[in-house]
């Protein structure tokens, strides 16, 4: 071949081919980026992508402008989530947003490749394998971690300060999460004395009435509801049965004070899906999910229903009044 001729080939090729990746890359600036979101359940009344809209929309991801949803929810039912990961991932969406742990762990099996963020996970994310360490993650995974066990003590804590007489205590455990057997050893650490733990079992609703009637053959004076998927779909019905069994209660989140429960203490709801909002713009604007530490909740709510405390007998004191974010009337 004429050497002239071939560089001239040459240089059209790589005009060319300069030309082809300056308008991907465009067509990439101007694309909407695919956000994959996968869920146990619902997040209260709603969904985790709609509770995710504000958040992004502070940090300017407009939905229809920049970004997209594909949600996918197992309706409570974990044993679907593999597959709807698996559609997530045959979809090729940017990231993946996932939570709680059950929801993270089909998500984590399903790619090695497409970042996914976790929204919240009760479960230590080291343990179970999600992440590598909190500083470091080293995969694909990070996000938020909203580990609960820490907060048992101070659960126990509010309860005696509303009754200072409590003497026998239930917990309600789901038998189907591991942790929860660590969740026990903590309370039992911190256990005053004269004072008895009364485990009471239930994996779903089919089991809470004869969890909340061992409560009560076993005369507990209050109950605490270890933090589960399946409780907070249904704090509504386990706020009921605590009240009809006159048991006072506390649990993880406000929407259990809000149906009926008297306390509840844990992470501002709020800040956890602000801090999943900023993971998913720093992964979408090009950082590694591998570098981006793992980060805890820093902001924590108290909340009181008043009516239910009336309703027990109950005289909240001042001190703990004081200190609630929150007093349902």
Known sequence: MNRRYFNRALAGALVAASSDALCQQAAKATSIYRIGVLSLTHFGNTTLAKVLVKPLEARGLIVGRDIAFDERTAEGNAERLPSLAA?????????????????IRAAHDATTTIPIVMAFSGDDPVTSGFVTSLARPGGNVTGVTAQVRDLAPKWMELLRDVLPGITRIAVLTNPGRPEHLQYMKTLAAVRPPGVVLQTAEARGPDEYEAAFAAMSLARANALIILGDVAFSRDSGKLAALALAHRLPSIYLFRAFVVSGGLL??????????????????????????????????????????????????????????????????
């Open 87 to 103: 559609e997530l991932v045959l979809l090729n969406v940017d990231l993946i947003v996932a939570g709680p742990a059950a929801a």
């Open 264 to 329: 509840a203490y844990g992470p501002d709801e709020a800040q956890l899906l602000e801090l999943a909002a900023l993971y998913i713009d720093k992964i979408l604007k090009g950082a590694n999910p591998a570098d981006l530490p793992v980060e805890q909740p820093t902001r924590f709510r108290l909340a009181i229903n008043q009516t239910t405390a009336r309703t027990l007998g109950l005289t909240i004191p001042e001190s703990v009044r004081l200190r609630a974010d929150e007093v349902v009337q």
